[in-house]
């Protein structure tokens, strides 16, 4: 496997990841309405992103699965939002908003320097498949970092000082 594969391979399961990581999150901090409903549609880039690496995998030799199945609400998505709910009154919760945002951020910025090497690349190659690829989803990519980083600045004052 040469290294367009094995970027194209990372970046897929990176962003497979984030998707996974933000929804999880969303559903942790339900209460927070804002955050909440930022990271489900911010999710629905990462899994744009994997399913258009999926597609563009087979030109490389790759067979990357499509997207992530969603799973069908049931009993426990009930226990979680009960949960969510009730953690949501806690100062504690704050921390943790804290903590996964940093987490979404790393993610995020992984990712992105995976999308800067699949640019670089399309351009040392001249393969305009790589190149119209990263560019259209390294800046959302971006998009991305840009939030958890924004809501870092806004509620690290408030969270930590208060702790």
């Known amino acids: 496997m040469n290294g367009i594969a094995l970027t194209l391979r990372a970046l897929h399961q990176g962003e497979r990841d984030l998707e996974r990581d933000l929804l999880a999150a969303a559903e942790r901090h339900r209460t927070d309405h804002e955050f909440h409903h930022v990271a489900v549609d911010v999710s629905r ?14 030109h490389y030799g790759l067979d990357l699965s ?21 953690l949501g009154r806690r100062p504690e919760t704050g921390l943790l908003l804290l903590h996964d945002l940093r987490d979404l951020h790393l993610a995020a910025a992984g990712n992105s320097l995976h999308w800067e090497m699949v640019g670089q ?19 959302q990519t971006l998009r991305q970092m840009r939030w958890t980083n924004t809501m870092i600045k806004e509620l690290s004052p408030q969270l930590l000082g208060s702790v």
């Open 45 to 58: 880039w990462s899994r744009e992103h994997a399913a258009r690496l999926a597609e563009a995998g087979h």
């Open 66 to 86: 499509g997207p992530r199945e969603q799973s069908a609400p049931g009993a426990l998505s009930a226990l979680r939002e009960r949960a969510a709910e009730a």
């Open 121 to 139: 690349v399309g351009q040392a190659e001249r393969d305009s498949r790589l190149l119209d690829l990263a560019a259209s989803c390294h800046p």
